[in-house]
Antibody, heavy 122, light 107 residues
Framework: QVQLQESGPGLVKPSETLSLTCAVS?????????WGWIRQSPGKGLEWIGT???????YYNPSLRSRVTISVDTSKSHFSLKLNSMTAADAAVYYC???????????????WGQGTLVTVSS | SYELTQPPSVSVSPGQTASITCSGD??????ACWYQQKPGQSPVLVIY???KRPSGIPERFSGSNSGNTATLTISGTQAMDEADYYC??????????FGGGTKLTVL
């Protein structure tokens, strides 16, 4: 069964860049599915960050587009998130998940990784 | 931008039926899906394409979507169903929109 595992630093300084990786196992990252990042601020709801296909096609949340880069490495079966100019407002649990086509009306995320907590502090 | 609105909280007695709504402009023309999130855990997909259940999701979970409202219904609610529930839909301007979440309390 497909499993996703996020990894990366739990602490980032203000103005610096967050780098996270999601390792995919039990399923080919080069399949027809897409791979997405979602975050959840403490005590808050879910916010979609962006999504990538193994071909390199990307979709980003317009509110974060200027600061986000998502990439994929099919040889390592993982995809990555970079979010620059971090502020306290970016502190959250960051999840990766498998997604159906984001441009389609019926897209959803399943399954999700366990999430990784990112704190922003100097 | 497109918005999905959920009630912040819903309460239900064990064994009764819980209904959680998700409202958005012409939501019935789109597909809605639902996630369950228990404290300290990742979200889990419980309904997709308005009313389909992923493998392993109990039959007591069902969904509907019409007009401006999608509804998640939990029949014979159990204590283990106490969780936060989020709806999600597609919009051409942003691709992915989540509702604000509803805390289901089983009293």
């Amino acid at each position: 069964q497909v499993q996703l595992q996020e990894s990366g630093p739990g602490l980032v300084k203000p103005s610096e860049t967050l780098s996270l990786t999601c390792a995919v196992s039990g399923y080919s990252i080069s399949s027809d599915y897409y791979w997405g990042w979602i975050r959840q601020s403490p005590g808050k709801g879910l916010e979609w960050i962006g999504t990538i296909h193994h071909s390199g096609s990307t979709y980003y949340n317009p509110s974060l587009r200027s600061r986000v880069t998502i990439s994929v490495d099919t040889s390592k079966s993982h995809f990555s998130l970079k979010l620059n100019s971090m502020t306290a407002a970016d502190a959250a649990v960051y999840y990766c998940a498998r997604q159906t086509t984001p441009a389609a009306r019926d897209n959803w995320f399943h399954p999700w990784g366990q999430g990784t907590l990112v704190t922003v502090s100097s | 931008s497109y918005e999905l609105t959920q009630p912040p909280s819903v309460s239900v007695s064990p064994g009764q039926t819980a209904s959680i709504t998700c409202s958005g402009d012409k939501l019935g023309d789109k597909y809605a899906c639902w996630y369950q999130q228990k404290p300290g855990q990742s979200p889990v997909l419980v309904i997709y394409q308005d009313k389909k259940r992923p493998s392993g999701i109990p039959e007591r979970f069902s969904g509907s979507n019409s007009g401006n409202t999608a509804t998640l219904t939990i029949s014979g609610t159990q204590a283990m169903d106490e969780a936060d529930y989020y709806c999600q839909a597609w919009d051409r301007s942003i691709y992915v929109v989540f509702g604000g979440g509803t805390k289901l309390t089983v009293l």
